[in-house]
């Protein structure tokens, strides 16, 4: 059991992480997904390319303004900028608090090998010690759960909240603050109320477990989806529905000890993804610091205007920057979309 002084400085990471007008950029891609996103623009998935990237958006002026924390990949929070400083120097210079993916990646479930289980929890105490002398203050773990004919099962439910939980006792062990992602995909063609159950019963489930195994709420940040209908449903929820259906759902399964909600953007729409985070600001009522945690709804635009080219960096850092303050408006309940073209 942690003691009150080592909930306290969690408690004081998480709130930082998520301050009233801040958020969280996941830059923490691995190998194939950056590759598959770096493919896709023609861009070659070298480490050198990797790391001129992410300097691109780690060193855009004044991006500090908007987020608390940014989580990196494991070859990133051992690079350096052109300078020579870490990266992780770099935001600390920032104000931006570094964490750390732990997961590593997801296997087929036994009896279910459509769905996925989350692996990575072998040796991760001692991974988590090396990561907080690398300067990690954070960590994220990333469930994911899918929408099918008879999914999610309880089995797959069960065995990612277990896992999840496991992994956030490990993290606050180790004085780090885990993020628990477990993700609801947006892949299938769902009305938004089969997303409500799924993503009811994985966030009652994981709150069981994270309860049952003596993890401190105070000291951790969910990272969840929000309720939406499936990508290839032809009928799509409205703004406010989304937001309604979002705030529902959180406020039955999610404790009130929790100091911060950040939202995945799962291949939403960028300006959709801003918008609907917005609503459910401005509609209020809730515990928690209500904020994004996005990697796609923030990078979109600037990886695709960087292209690889040195010469793009300052129009591509400008869309980030543009994008981030936008997120930060809607994380206050302060956007609208007239903003989208004052950049
Ligand atoms: C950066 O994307 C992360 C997934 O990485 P891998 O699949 O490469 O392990 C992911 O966990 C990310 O942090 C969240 O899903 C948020 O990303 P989106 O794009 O959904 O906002």
Redesign the pocket.
């Known amino acids: 059991m942690l003691d009150q002084h080592q909930i306290a400085e969690l408690n004081k990471i998480a709130k930082a992480m998520v301050a009233p007008d801040k958020g969280i950029l996941?830059?923490?891609?691995?190998m194939?997904?950056i590759g598959k996103r770096f493919t896709s623009l023609g861009i070659e998935n070298s480490e050198e390319n990797r790391r001129a990237y992410r300097e691109t958006l780690f060193t855009t002026p004044g991006i500090e303004e908007f987020l608390g924390g940014i989580?990196l990949f494991d070859e990133t929070i051992r690079q350096k900028a052109s300078d020579g400083r870490m990266f992780t120097q770099i935001l600390q210079e920032k104000g931006i608090i570094p964490g750390i993916?732990v997961?590593q990646?997801t296997e087929p479930l036994p009896n279910s090998p459509q769905e996925k289980i989350t692996k990575g929890l072998e040796g991760l105490p001692g991974r988590l010690a090396d990561y907080v002398i690398l300067g990690a203050k954070f960590a994220?773990w990333?469930a994911v759960i899918t929408i099918g004919a008879g999914t999610p099962t309880d089995e797959c439910i069960q065995e990612n909240a277990k896992r999840l939980a496991e992994y956030a006792l490990d993290c606050q062990q180790a004085g780090i603050v885990p993020i628990v992602?477990p993700?609801v995909l947006l892949d299938g063609d769902h009305k938004s109320e089969r997303c409500e159950e799924a993503t009811t019963r994985i966030l009652k489930a994981l709150f069981a477990e994270l309860k049952n195994k003596g993890v401190a709420l105070e000291g951790l940040i969910l990272?969840p989806n929000m309720v939406l209908s499936g990508k290839d449903c032809q009928v799509q929820a409205s703004v406010k529905e989304v937001a309604e259906a979002t705030l529902r759902t959180l406020k039955v399964a999610v404790s009130a000890e929790v100091p911060g909600v950040a939202f995945?953007?799962?291949?939403q729409d960028d300006v959709l993804a801003t918008a609907r985070l917005n609503e459910m600001n401005k509609i209020g009522g809730f515990p928690w610091q209500l904020t994004f945690?996005?990697?796609?709804?923030l990078q979109n635009l600037p990886m695709k205007i960087w292209a690889g080219k040195q010469e793009n960096i300052e129009v591509a850092q400008k869309a980030f920057s543009h994008r981030a303050k936008l997120n930060s408006l809607a994380r206050q309940g302060k956007y609208s979309e007239a903003l989208e073209k004052e950049i």
């Open positions: 996941a830059a923490d891609e691995s194939p997904t989580i993916k997961d990646g994220k990333r992602e993700e990272k995945l953007s799962g291949g945690s996005f990697s796609r709804g």
